[in-house]
């Protein structure tokens, strides 16, 4: 497994370069996830010859914005479920601030419509956590160099797709509020709209996904990574 290998407790924050180093900022909002991947990255130590130089940590998808904006390293771990902001988000804002870094996702979620979505979004390589390392490192290269790199498994469960609706961020936003348990009311002051129109997103939703009531909504979110279940618990 990609993370669980290497799960070695570490100091987050930011850290000086070597000098000619691979710069990276690792975001995950758990802690040994982040140290994995540093661990991960120690073990293997080089890439295209180059040494690699952990400069910076993030907790959470604010905080992944700024360390990339101040730090601009080469390349940023992106993990795509994070609280304040999330994985597309991130990778915009990242865009915006530090065109030059290259980012690469990685994810738990296995929902095909979700990964879909960063393949879409131009996100520079999307790999899933429980993926072989070897893949991982081996992969960096090619993204450095400028390629749009795309795990094997992430791929098969792209093209295995069937042609269904994939969900917009809305109504990722509203699925993620109902699901939490708020009410119609709460969703929409919570994002700015009216009550009317959570109803009509949440109608989209239903028939979308094919589900006929809120268990059947709330399994199907869960089952198909649509949410981080950890934060349902």
Aim: aromatic content about 4%.
């Amino acid at each position: 497994m990609l993370i669980c290998q290497f799960a070695a407790l570490r100091s987050p924050g930011e850290a000086m370069a070597e000098e000619g180093a691979l710069t990276v900022v690792i975001a995950d909002d758990h802690e040994v996830v982040r140290a994995g991947v540093r661990a991960m990255l120690e073990r293997f130590g080089e890439v295209s010859g180059r040494s690699v130089s952990v400069i910076g940590e993030a907790g959470n998808g604010l905080e992944a914005i700024r360390q990339t904006k101040a730090l601009k390293p080469e390349l940023l771990i992106l993990d795509v479920a994070m609280p304040y902001a999330r994985g597309i988000e991130v990778f915009s804002e990242v865009r915006r601030w530090a065109p030059d870094t290259r980012i690469a996702a990685m994810t738990g979620m296995t929902s095909a419509g979700l990964l879909k979505r960063l393949i879409d979004a131009g996100i520079d390589g999307v790999f899933l956590k429980g993926g072989p390392v070897e893949e991982f490192v081996d992969a960096l290269p090619r993204l450095l160099g400028g390629e749009q790199v795309v795990a094997a498994q992430v791929a098969e469960s792209v093209d295995g797709a069937s042609d269904q609706e994939s969900l917009t961020r809305r109504e990722l936003q509203v699925l993620s509020l109902i699901v939490a348990g708020q009410s119609n009311q709460e969703v929409a002051d919570a994002l700015n709209i009216s009550a009317n129109t959570v109803n009509n997103h949440r109608a989209s939703i239903m028939r979308k996904l094919n589900v006929h009531s809120m268990a059947e909504l709330m399994a199907y979110a869960l089952r198909e990574g649509l949410l981080d279940a950890s934060r349902q618990l």
